[in-house]
Nanobody, 112 residues
């Protein structure tokens, strides 16, 4: 059974940084792509970033490009999302996803 567990969310002031972690289990990491999504109150869930466990190729939504960095630690089967220069509009619950499996989410709140 594939499981994803996010951590690292919290409250930060605008301009600050957070690093989210997505610990994975039950999968062969190299065969999967892991995505980060977020959902703000009253809004639809949107894709933020994605990384291939096989070759490390990455994708970023335009709203976070240049501020967020996705990376993996294949030895730990963990995906990270480094978020810098955070803005209030980045406030959301952040989820990691692979195929049809979602984590429980971690809350990120950016104060102005």
């Amino acid at each position: 059974e594939v499981q994803l567990v996010e951590s690292g969310g919290g409250l930060v002031q605008a301009g600050g940084s957070l690093r989210l972690s997505c610990a994975t289990s039950g999968l062969t990491f190299d065969d999967y792509a892991i995505g980060w999504f977020r959902q703000a109150p009253g809004k639809e869930r949107e894709g933020v970033s994605c990384i291939s466990g096989r070759d490390g190729m990455t994708y970023y939504a335009g709203s976070v490009k240049g501020r967020f960095t996705v990376s993996t630690d294949n030895a730990k089967n963990t995906v990270y999302l480094q978020m810098n220069s955070l803005k209030p509009e980045d406030t959301a619950v952040y989820y990691c996803n692979t195929r049809d499996t979602w984590g429980q989410g971690t809350q990120v709140t950016v104060s102005s």
